[in-house]
Nanobody, 116 residues
């Protein structure tokens, strides 16, 4: 089993920056891919934001390419999402996800609000 805890959310002005963190614990060696998803206000669907594999291959949704950067520090069992040039439409609850040999794990989510 893998457990995930996100942090770093908050209120940020348009054009500003924010860094989210996701700390993994448990069966971390079985993780083969991780990612960030988000759920916008008033919606029930979680949208893929970015993914990173064990081999550090990354992929991004078109809406965040060039603005967001996903990374991992395996010495700290932590994944990050650096969010730059944020827009009001980036407002959402951001969730950390890990795919491992024991299945799919999710964090509890962290709120990001982009507003002036």
């Amino acid at each position: 089993q893998v457990q995930l805890v996100e942090s770093g959310g908050g209120l940020v002005q348009p054009g500003g920056s924010l860094r989210l963190s996701c700390v993994a614990s448990g069966s971390v060696l079985s993780i083969y891919a991780m990612g960030w998803y988000r759920q916008a206000p008033g919606t029930s669907r979680r949208e893929l934001v970015a993914t990173i594999t064990r081999g550090f291959n990354t992929d991004y949704d078109d809406s965040v390419k060039g603005r967001f950067t996903i990374s991992r520090d395996d010495t700290k069992n932590t994944m990050y999402l650096q969010m730059n040039s944020v827009k009001p439409e980036d407002t959402a609850v951001y969730y950390c996800n890990a795919e491992s040999g024991s299945g799919s794990a999710w964090g509890q989510g962290t709120q990001v609000t982009v507003s002036s």
